[in-house]
């Protein structure tokens, strides 16, 4: 029962910004989205993540929507290391445990 | 600092071998975390670990699948008898708080074991 819903692929040239969207139309108010990314053949790798304010880091920027029903992931200047699968979390209390709900991703690819 | 680190990378068996996954998470991570990553999807959840405590198997998809953390740091996943459905790539996560009460703390991933049983 996958919680959030993401294109499955994009491209992004070299050195602009990459917009990744996620809908979870079904959040609780007491869950977090988590983004994360794989790059081929490495385990997932943890980018940001938030509850109701937009949040950035030296990554990436995050924003969610007032009703929180959807975000968005922007990568401010995206490099060809950029390239990987971006998956968008929504992280609360399951079966007891504050496990992950992967999706399949947005596999996005930067363009030289 | 050191990542989550596991082993083998790769793992061939035939079907019907048993295989033991090892993972050495990040040091006084309390929690720890096995998912399976079919190829092309995103990883699925399979149990989880607070200390020595298994807290939640709910994920594991067969009673040949077994998990323990003996002494709350290195964890085995354990299949018995494989057949080809489980070939998959078998990650490791870890948190420094309880999964239960940890409600921001992320997960750090390991590279994984890829096993492929033929």
């Known amino acids: 029962d996958a919680k959030t819903t993401q294109p499955p692929s994009m491209d992004c040239a070299e050195g602009r910004a990459a917009n990744l969207p996620c809908n979870h139309s079904t959040i609780s108010g007491n869950e977090y989205v988590y983004w994360y990314r794989q790059i081929h053949s490495q385990g997932p790798q943890y980018i940001i993540h938030?509850?109701?304010n937009n949040e950035t880091n030296e990554m990436a920027s995050l924003i969610i929507t007032e009703d929180r029903k959807s975000s968005t992931l922007i990568l401010p200047h995206a490099t060809l290391r950029d390239t990987a699968v971006y998956y968008c979390?929504?992280?609360?209390?399951?079966?007891?445990?504050?496990?992950?709900?992967f999706g399949t991703g947005t596999r996005l690819k930067v363009l030289a | 600092g050191a990542g989550v680190s596991q082993s083998p990378r790769y793992k061939v068996a035939k079907r019907g071998q048993d295989v033991a996954l090892r993972c050495d998470p990040i040091s006084g991570h309390v929690s720890l975390f096995w998912y399976q990553q079919a190829l092309g999807q995103g990883p699925e959840f399979l149990t989880y670990f607070q200390n020595e405590a298994q807290l939640d198997k709910s994920g594991l998809p067969s009673d040949r699948f077994f998990a323990e953390r003996p002494e709350g740091s290195v964890s085995t996943l354990k299949i018995q008898r494989t057949q080809q459905e489980d070939s998959a790539v078998y990650l490791c996560?870890?948190?420094?708080?309880?999964?239960?009460?940890?409600?921001?703390?992320?997960?750090?991933f390991g590279p994984g074991t890829r096993l492929t049983v033929t």
């Open positions: 938030g509850l109701k």
């Open positions: 979390i929504v992280r609360g209390l399951t079966s007891g445990t504050y496990k992950y709900i």
């Open positions: 996560a870890s948190s420094s708080r309880a999964g239960r009460s940890g409600t921001t703390y992320e997960q750090y």
